[in-house]
């Protein structure tokens, strides 16, 4: 019996997980197939129930049901507890259990890509969302020196800078205004975008938080929107002399770590990459 994956969310039309997910179950000659469904909020419940039939696996979980599922599910793991969201669901006997690996898939693609270590850096994170916690959640985990969080609802970022103090690290919220961010950006090691600033087909699409004159030669700069994959805000870093990463590579990441968690197999990442950029370029030339 063919063994069935895939993704929930909406929409879902525009999701490259299929493309990369399927590439790797190919390569590792499984046989199964990761398809993507676009779920309203209403139809989550009966979908769910729906995976507990044997031949489904388990299922990617994004925007906008990662809190919407919890409730469903036999058991949530530690990290997607703290994190108060899932994004990927394994089903085992007719047992669901969720988890979050954004964090890991945050952690992994500096550590693969750029060998960048966060433990006693100072870090600049833009946002204070779903993505800008789970990357706080990371951060704090790793021992970072110094945080700051610029959000522009600062009440939101206050909200998250207490959960970072409450753990010991040094973290301040500051309001998303040039001035305050010329002066956190100064000083940091690494910057992280978690807001939806630059991404394609928004409402801020070919827009940047900081110019390059506010972009400090030395930082690494980190933009978790991967669409397009060069971001305006890593242009702005190019242009500054600063070491850039995509979103593309955290989106592999934390797919993979999930295809471990279903299948029991190290991802084939390398593969996954390929065909996720690959994809993205096709996305981009507008076939
Ligand atoms: N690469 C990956 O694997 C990966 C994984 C997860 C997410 N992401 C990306 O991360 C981004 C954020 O996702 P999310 O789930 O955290 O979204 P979210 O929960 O809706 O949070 C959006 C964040 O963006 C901020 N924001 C929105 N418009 C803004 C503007 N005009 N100026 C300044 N700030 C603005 C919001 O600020 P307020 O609080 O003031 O509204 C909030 O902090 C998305 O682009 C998503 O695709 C990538």
New binding site residues.
């Given amino acids: 019996m063919s063994a069935i994956l895939g993704i929930i969310g909406r929409p879902i039309a525009h999701s490259i997980s299929p493309v990369f997910q399927q590439a790797a179950l190919d390569h590792l000659g499984i046989d199964a197939t990761y398809q993507a469904w676009e779920v309203a909020p209403e139809g989550v419940g009966e979908f769910l129930r729906a995976l507990r039939q044997p031949d489904k696996l388990g299922i990617n979980v994004t925007?906008p049901h990662k809190e919407t599922v919890i409730p469903f599910l036999d058991e949530v793991d530690e990290g997607a507890r703290e994190a108060g969201a899932v994004n990927t669901i394994v089903h085992r006997d007719g047992q669901l259990t969720g988890y979050n690996t954004?964090s890991h898939?945050f952690l992994q693609a500096l550590r693969d890509a750029r060998d960048f270590r966060c433990e006693g850096r100072r870090v600049l994170v833009l946002?204070?969302?779903?993505?800008?916690r789970g990357v706080v959640l990371a951060l704090i985990r790793e021992g970072v020196a110094e945080l700051v969080i610029a959000?522009?609802?600062l009440a939101?970022g206050e909200r998250l800078a207490s959960i970072a103090r409450e753990r010991g690290i040094a973290c301040r919220a500051i309001e998303?205004s040039w001035d305050e961010l010329a002066l956190a950006a100064v000083n940091a090691e690494l910057i992280v975008n978690?807001?939806?600033?630059g991404?394609i087909h928004g409402?801020?699409s070919g827009r940047s938080?900081l110019l390059q004159q506010q972009i400090p030669p030395t930082a690494l700069v980190y933009d978790?929107?991967?669409n397009p994959m060069e971001t305006p805000l890593l242009r702005a870093a190019g242009r500054a002399g600063a070491s850039t990463l995509g979103?593309i590579q955290?989106?592999v990441h934390?797919g993979a770590a999930s295809f471990e968690l279903w299948t029991g197999k190290p991802a084939p990442i390398p593969v996954m990459l390929e065909a996720a950029t690959g994809a993205m370029a096709e996305a981009g030339s507008g076939h």
């Fill in positions: 925007v954004d898939g946002g204070a969302g779903g993505a800008a959000n522009r609802t939101r998303m978690c807001t939806t600033v991404m409402p801020d938080l978790l929107v991967y979103g955290m989106l934390q």
